[in-house]
């Protein structure tokens, strides 16, 4: 079976341009989580949702960022515009329903490096 | 409200030690517990668990018990190797949450041969 599948893995793109990463969610699986890893503030929890809602948005860190979630195997996170305090690696990962008694399937991640 | 605290690192061992990563947990309810593991370059996988109190999570020669008396919820190895280096993230999930984690700021470890 695939795992969560993100895209792109890696972006470099120059401060001030909208960036959009994708995720797709293991089949069958109903919540969705973005999370932002960085060394000074470690994974960070950015925004989820069940059944396509979003629960809790939360750490969305300011009004730049957004997530939408059309439909159950697709999700996006969008950054506009960027900034290079931005540059981190962020992650998708899902669960099944009932959460799975918590556990969640992490994608490899995005490696985003603003300039 | 509801956290998890892990010892500091980086954690450098030799290879074959003795392994040891604190944890502590602060929750209102009744949590299940992890230990998730990060390669380098990889995003995290779930390493062991345990959903109740007493309950012994193990994989990979690895082991944790939950405690509700000391709210802890220690990783051990007794003989670690070098392929173990990684980062070590212990974390609770409270079912009033969903399928939410709460993640510790995680542990580097990382074995010479």
């Known amino acids: 079976d695939a795992g969560v599948i993100q895209s792109p893995r890696h972006e470099v793109t120059e401060m001030g341009q909208e960036v959009t990463l994708r995720c797709k969610p293991i089949?069958?699986?109903?919540?969705l989580f973005w999370y932002r890893q960085t060394m000074m503030r470690g994974l960070e929890l950015l925004i989820y949702?069940?059944?396509?809602?979003?629960?809790?948005d939360s750490g969305m860190p300011e009004d730049r960022f957004s997530a939408k979630m059309p439909n159950a195997s697709f999700s996006t996170l969008k950054i506009q515009p960027s900034e290079p305090r931005d540059s981190a690696v962020y992650f998708c990962?899902?669960?099944?329903?009932?959460?799975?008694?918590?556990?969640?399937?992490f994608g490899p991640g995005t490696r985003l490096t603003v300039l | 409200g509801d956290s998890v605290t892990q010892m500091e690192g980086p954690v450098t061992l030799s290879e074959e030690a003795f392994l040891t990563i604190n944890c502590t947990y602060t929750?209102?309810?009744?949590?299940?517990l992890f230990w998730y593991v990060q390669y380098p370059g990889e995003g995290l996988q779930l390493l062991l668990k345990?959903?109740?109190?007493?309950d012994k999570g193990s994989n990979k020669g690895f082991e944790a018990t939950y405690r509700k008396e000391t709210t802890s919820f220690h990783l051990e190895k007794g003989s670690v190797q070098v392929s173990d280096s990684a980062v070590y993230f212990c974390?609770?999930?409270?079912?009033?949450?969903?399928?939410?984690?709460?993640f510790g700021s995680g542990t580097r470890l990382s074995i010479r041969p």
């Open positions: 990962a899902s669960s099944p329903p009932g959460g799975g008694k918590g556990e969640q399937f």
């Open positions: 089949s069958g699986h109903n919540s």
């Open positions: 949702f069940n059944n396509n809602v979003p629960i809790d």
């Open positions: 929750a209102t309810g009744y949590p299940s």
């Open positions: 345990a959903t109740k109190a007493d």
């Open positions: 974390a609770l999930s409270l079912y009033s949450s969903a399928s939410k984690i709460i």
